[in-house]
């Protein structure tokens, strides 16, 4: 089992929307490092930090998990989709995607400045200077880190 932290503008797609709607294909990734996790390594099981980016604050919103693994990105294909890649055929597809479900919000949501003090924290990608991606891998001790700061017990995953 490996962790993991995704991003999404909360204004596209927040928490509350994923169990809304109970799993989403994490779909739009346009960046081919983020793009190599979900192809090549996110796979089902997996726990994702769910991060609501470009918030006030910014702040980790919630758990879910991989219950799909990587599979073509239908939105590349869709010509009426802002995602969408003229390069990219379903038969050798450029874009990936995995598919994920909530297992439980963070509330209250921990800031990204509050994960910044926790010396336990000091190399997780999320904090480095300049890390953009999308998709990032996170280490046992920080998934371990973040669920005892958000006051939630590891779970056993659900496979499938």
């Known amino acids: 089992m490996a962790y993991w932290l995704f991003k999404s503008e909360p204004e596209c797609y927040s928490y509350a929307d994923l169990e809304r709607d109970g799993s989403t294909g994490w779909n739009g990734v346009r960046n081919f490092q983020a793009r190599n996790f979900l192809r090549d390594s996110v796979r089902v099981g997996d726990g994702v930090l769910y991060y609501h980016s470009n918030a006030a604050p910014p702040a980790v919103a919630g758990i879910a998990e991989v219950c799909e693994a990587g599979h073509p990105d239908p939105t590349a294909f869709d010509p009426e989709s802002e995602e969408y890649d003229p390069k990219s055929k379903p038969d050798a597809p450029t874009w990936f995607q995995v598919t994920i479900r909530p297992v439980q919000p963070v509330a209250p949501p921990i800031p990204l400045a509050r994960l910044r003090e926790i010396p336990a924290l000091v ?20 998934w371990k880190t973040v669920l005892e700061l958000a006051g939630i017990k590891p779970r056993k995953s659900r496979k499938g």
């Open 123 to 142: 190399g997780m990608e999320l904090l480095r200077k300049g890390s953009r991606l999308s998709v990032q891998p996170v280490s046992e001790a920080e």
